[in-house]
Nanobody, 130 residues
Framework: QLQAFGGGLVQAGDSLRLSCTAH????????MSWFRQAPGKERTFVAG????????DYADSVKGRFTISRDNAKKMVYLVMNDLKPEDTALYYC?????????????????????????WGKGTLVTVSS
């Protein structure tokens, strides 16, 4: 399964890097995404990267501040979060979607719908104080 880590308590304007591990299992056949869930709110898409890194997508609220990347050799996915805001406070989850390696999937961005993802990890809490 997946495990996200790297969260913490920071001040507005600070940066954090979240990591997601598959505990040694390969992730090369999966689109990988980050979601977040704030207290009392639904889980929402934050950023996603397809299986080969050829397509990346971000939620509008984080564009220009967050960067998703993956290292298939290390079996890790990362989310660098800069200029954090109090509204970024949430439990952050990584998720994996089984992907068939087709020509089309080389440039197809991951979906925003949590329902299409096959595996989820336990979240890591990010708290941003003002």
């Amino acid at each position: 399964q997946l495990q996200a880590f790297g969260g913490g308590l920071v001040q507005a304007g600070d940066s954090l890097r979240l990591s997601c591990t598959a505990h040694g299992r390969t992730i090369s056949g999966y689109a990988m995404s980050w979601f977040r869930q704030a207290p009392g709110k639904e889980r929402t898409f934050v950023a996603g990267i397809n299986w080969n890194g050829g397509a990346i997508d971000y939620a509008d609220s984080v564009k220009g501040r967050f960067t998703i990347s993956r290292d298939n050799a290390k079996k890790m996915v990362y989310l660098v979060m800069n200029d954090l805001k109090p509204e970024d406070t949430a439990l952050y989850y990584c998720a994996a979607q089984i992907t068939y390696r087709t020509k089309a999937s080389e440039t197809e961005a991951p979906g925003h719908d949590a329902g299409v993802y096959d595996y989820w990890g336990k979240g890591t809490l990010v708290t941003v104080s003002s």
